[in-house]
């Protein structure tokens, strides 16, 4: 049993908790909040195929530090994740890599959809959380945009009951964009190729598509008011439609290409302030489900690669809950709200059983963020230098206790 003393409940009294466990431990926690452990929803932990940018081994590590007990992991790995064989080949890598850093991280895994896969729609639905589709480009090959082939595989799903999971930017837009600016060396063009048009363009058709199958409707990294107005309307109309939104679209801008350069590259792009100011308004009313990290870590080397090279997305997971708790800590977000965002919502999105998992913050704690004291491989963050007030210091996953 673990004995978690005198721990305050968020909006209740302080109480003694008890896990089960089979390691007997006591924690004086009269300092800490406890909080469930938090479900990324989003993650790409890059096995197999891009080992150099992380592993289920140094991503677990990152994941424990940042308060998170159970992962759903994309499927843009090479080879793409977008059969039954490659999902199960997939888990196999995964159980090797976490029985070596002796954690057992709770995950799924997406199905990626791909036009000469959709028989495995059917046979895979019990392995995976989701269908992910790529309708715009980004990290990877796997892209779906006719709309013969979404409507294919929305229909597949909503037969298999299967949650359809979209990055949502219109490839056909994407392409014109790119041709129009494709002199330009500035890497603050991926802001305008990759403007609000392309994403909601995008989330105009999957919510269609949606609607026309009656299928469930998981829209990631959402990003822009253009957008958020499209899913706002779809939850009037009482579609199933989910929307998750990602740190870095809450967190920056694209004032932050100023200082980060290619750095600052991901799919969708940073956004406008007003952009950012509906994402947080979104979280309030109830438009964003939850928070997804999107943590899709690159070597920095391969990020300072000339605009067109260098590739896009940021390793997230540690700083996922931190960057909440210090958001809380400026009286912006409650934490009644960061555990529906990315913990309960995302429970009841992807139907995943409940357990005792938690994690046990200091809300007073200040830390500054560094490069080198971080777990991804990638070893490189946006938010090196910020110093942050709230952080996570025990996970516990499992009857395991993690000091972080
Ligand atoms: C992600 C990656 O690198 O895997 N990159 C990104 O910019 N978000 C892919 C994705 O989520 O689109
Ligand atoms: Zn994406
Ligand atoms: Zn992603």
Not at 77 to 96: A, D, G, H, T, W
Not at 166 to 183: P, T
Not at 282 to 311: C, N, R, V, Y
Not at 351 to 367: A, F, G, I, Q, R
Request: hydrophobic share 40%; proline share 5%; glycine share 4%.
């Amino acid at each position: 049993m673990i004995e978690i003393r005198n721990v305050q409940i968020p909006n209740d009294t302080r109480r003694d908790v008890f896990i089960p466990s089979t390691r007997p431990q006591t924690i004086e926690a009269s300092r800490y909040t406890l909080l469930p452990a938090l479900i990324d929803p989003h993650v790409h932990f890059r096995t197999p195929g891009h080992e150099h940018k992380e592993t289920w081994e140094t991503g677990v590590l990152a994941a424990i530090a940042g308060g998170v007990t159970h992962v759903l992991d994309m499927p843009n790995n090479y080879p793409s994740c977008c059969s039954l064989e490659r999902v199960l080949q997939k888990k196999q890598l995964i159980e090797s890599q976490l029985q070596m850093a002796d954690i057992p991280l709770r995950y799924g895994l997406y199905l990626g959809a791909d036009r000469n896969c959709f028989d495995e729609i059917a046979v895979s639905k019990n392995e995976v959380v989701a269908l992910k589709i790529y309708m715009g480009s980004s990290t990877g090959d796997l892209l779906l945009h006719d709309r013969p082939s979404l409507e294919k595989a929305f229909q597949l799903a909503a037969e298999h009951q299967i949650l359809v999971a979209v990055h949502a930017e219109d490839e056909g837009l994407i392409q014109i964009n790119r041709n129009q600016y494709s002199a330009v060396e500035n890497p603050q063009m991926h802001s305008v190729i990759r403007n609000p048009n392309v994403a909601a363009k995008a989330v105009e058709m999957a919510i269609e598509c949606a609607q026309k199958f009656n299928a469930r409707l998981y829209l990631v990294h959402i990003s822009s008011a253009a957008e958020l107005s499209l899913i706002r309307q779809a939850k009037r109309d009482r579609l199933s439609v989910y929307a998750e939104a990602s740190p870095h679209h809450l967190f920056l801008s694209d004032l932050a290409y100023g200082h980060l350069h290619t750095k600052a590259l991901v799919n969708p792009p940073l956004r406008a302030r007003t952009d950012v100011e509906a994402l947080w308004e979104s979280l309030q009313d109830g438009t964003i489900d939850t928070i997804g990290t999107d943590h899709a870590p690159h070597t920095k080397a391969e990020k300072m690669q000339p605009f067109g090279l260098a590739p896009s997305g940021f390793a997230s997971i540690e700083l996922y809950l931190a960057l909440l708790l210090n958001a809380h800590h400026q009286n912006k977000i409650s934490l009644k709200s960061i555990i529906a965002l990315t913990h309960t919502n995302v429970r009841r999105i992807f139907n995943l059983p409940s357990n005792d998992d938690c994690v046990l913050v200091d809300l007073e704690k200040t830390k500054t963020v560094t490069d080198c004291s971080l777990k991804t491989k990638a070893k490189w963050s946006p938010y090196a230098g910020w110093t942050l007030t709230g952080w996570p210091c025990f996970t516990i996953l499992k009857g395991r206790v993690y000091a972080v």
